[in-house]
Nanobody
């Protein structure tokens, strides 16, 4: 099985910084795109940032210039550096990985999710 383990969430004051980390482990065969989503109470889950296997990045408009996504392919990790945090950034942040896993006698294209880590930004 594939497991995504996240860390780095917490409580910070507005203007502060946090760095989220996510490690993919287990039986995953290949990792392609990786990213971070977030979901605030009563809101739909939304893309925050993504990074391809080649290192190309994309960001939601509401975080561009403040957040930076990066990855370490050897460690199978993806990071989200969050600076200049705002109260509206408060949400559960989820690691997302697109990859391939061998099961049922073949390679399967799958999407994996972390358990989520709470980020709370106080005003």
């Amino acid at each position: 099985q594939v497991q995504l383990v996240e860390s780095g969430g917490g409580l910070v004051q507005a203007g502060g910084s946090l760095r989220l980390s996510c490690t993919a482990s287990g039986t995953i065969f290949r990792i392609n795109d990786m990213g971070w989503y977030r979901q605030a109470p009563g809101k739909q889950r939304e893309l925050v940032a993504g990074i391809t296997s080649g290192g190309s990045t994309n960001y939601a408009d509401f975080v561009k210039g403040r957040f930076t996504i990066s990855r370490d392919n050897a460690r199978r990790m993806v990071y989200l550096q969050m600076n200049s945090l705002k109260p509206e950034d408060t949400a559960v942040y989820y690691c997302n990985v697109h990859g391939r896993e061998f099961y049922s006698g073949r390679l399967n294209d799958d999407v994996y999710w972390g358990q989520g880590t709470q980020v709370t930004v106080s005003s």
